[in-house]
Every structure is written in C-alpha cells, then in structure tokens.
C-alpha cells in the first residue's frame, strides 16, 4: 500500500509540475537571450543605430550581391549605407534593399548612389541545422536574424 501512494504521488507530481524532458532542454537564459515577449516592450535598436521602425534617410551606394561574398547575399542587391540622417557613419553598414509593397521604386544598379527615406526592419531568415533531421537537406543559409533598408520614398527622383 505504502509503494501504491508513492507511485500515485509521483503520477500527480509529474502531471501538475513536475518538470518534463521537453522542460528539460529549455535554454538557459544568459545575458546574450532573451524571451519573444521582450521583443514586443522593447525597442530594437538595428544595424544603424535606430530602433527598427524608425523612419530615417539613410545615403550610399548600391551594390550586387556578390560584394558582401556571403551566400545568403547571392542574387540581392545591397545597400552600403554611409550616412544617417545627413551624419556620416564611421564604417559602412551593408543591408539589404526592400522596397516598400506597392512603392514605386525601382531597384538601384550597382554603383549607383542612392538617397532614401524609409526604415530597418528584421526577420528570422534560413533553416535551423537541426530541422533536417526530419526533412531532406536543401540549400539554404544558416538560421539567423537580419536586418534590410525598406525604402518608401527616393530622395534622387526629382519633386
């Protein structure tokens, strides 16, 4: 009887909260984590020093994919911002270009210096190398958080 009550005891323990091996292999938190939930009361600073969202002008010259040499690159085009807001950056700052859905703003060549109004944003990009233990392998980039430039208005078009 004694064993009987031990075993239900521990039956209950681990269906009200006891920890499970799921809960087990949470990350620890360190100072370089942080939960989802901060994302939405905190202001996330970017690549340019602005908190994402922030409408700025950012200057600089466009460039291929291929300038950054990295893959997840390939195919793009690139925005070597040097200035922010008429201030002049100490070094460049490469992010993606994004126009803005419906904007009419075409894509710049390379070479071609650029003056845009618009803001940084950031997404999860790439496959975790885990995932592919339960799907075939694809090309794809390593799982990261990144940034781009979504431009809403050229400032070289003439108003």
Same mark, same amino acid.
């Given at each position: =009887?004694?064993?009987?009550?031990?075993?239900?005891?521990?039956? =209950?323990?681990?269906?009200?909260?006891?920890?499970?091996?799921?809960?087990?292999?949470?990350?620890?938190?360190?100072?370089?984590?942080?939960?989802?939930?901060?994302?939405?009361?905190?202001?996330?600073?970017?690549?340019?020093?602005?908190?994402?969202?922030?409408?700025? =002008?950012?200057?600089?010259?466009?460039?291929?994919?291929?300038?950054?040499?990295?893959?997840?690159?390939?195919?793009?085009?690139?925005?070597?911002? @040097?200035?922010?807001?008429? &201030?002049?950056?100490?070094?460049?700052?490469?992010?993606?270009?994004?126009?803005?859905?419906?904007?009419?703003?075409?894509?710049?060549?390379?070479?071609?210096?650029? &003056?845009?109004?618009?803001? +940084?944003?950031? +997404?999860?990009?790439?496959?975790?190398?885990?995932?592919?233990?339960?799907?075939?392998?694809?090309?794809?980039?390593?799982? @990261?958080?990144?940034?781009?430039?979504?431009?809403?208005?050229?400032? &070289?078009?003439?108003?």
């Amino acid at each position: =009887m004694p064993s009987l009550l031990v075993t239900v005891a521990v039956s =209950m323990l681990a269906a009200v909260g006891g920890s499970t091996s799921a809960q087990n292999k949470q990350v620890s938190r360190t100072s370089d984590t942080i939960h989802v939930s901060t994302l939405s009361r905190a202001r996330v600073i970017g690549e340019l020093g602005w908190p994402l969202g922030e409408i700025v =002008m950012i200057e600089g010259i466009a460039s291929d994919g291929a300038y950054t040499r990295k893959k997840s690159d390939l195919g793009a085009v690139v925005l070597r911002i @040097r200035a922010v807001n008429g &201030k002049p950056l100490k070094s460049e700052i490469v992010l993606h270009f994004l126009p803005f859905q419906g904007a009419p703003i075409n894509a710049p060549s390379a070479g071609a210096e650029f &003056k845009y109004v618009g803001y +940084e944003t950031g +997404e999860y990009a790439g496959v975790p190398e885990k995932a592919f233990n339960y799907v075939p392998r694809a090309a794809t980039t390593n799982y @990261r958080f990144t940034t781009s430039f979504v431009v809403l208005r050229n400032e &070289k078009i003439s108003r």
